[in-house]
């Protein structure tokens, strides 16, 4: 694992799922980001959802309809991680 600045997520990819959480962090704390591309039959949006983790219990927790329309599934994965990412701010 490359050394990175305190404050830089480092992705940890599991099946399915893409899990996110800082290096040497105190609070254990970690986001799991997964989505279901064009899930909605008439918008074709997808269906998004995180949940932010400390000390592995759950604190923040989102699963909606994405906004936008996503043209595959690794764009509807980067918008939920995105959308984690400012949940953490």
């Known amino acids: ?3 990175l ?6 992705p940890i990819m599991r099946p ?6 800082f ?6 704390v970690t986001t799991d980001v997964d989505t279901s591309h064009a899930t ?3 918008s074709r949006r997808s269906t998004g959802g995180h949940i932010i983790m400390v000390f592995e219990a759950a604190v923040l927790w989102l699963a909606k309809l994405q906004a936008t329309l996503a043209t595959s599934s690794m764009k ?5 991680a995105v959308l984690a990412a ?3 701010k």
């Open 76 to 80: 509807s994965e980067f918008m939920q």
């Open 1 to 3: 694992m490359p050394n």
């Open 16 to 21: 399915s799922t893409v899990s996110y959480s």
């Open 40 to 42: 909605d039959k008439e």
């Open 23 to 28: 290096p040497d962090d105190p609070y254990l």
């Open 5 to 10: 600045p305190r404050g830089h997520f480092v």
């Open 86 to 88: 400012k949940a953490l």
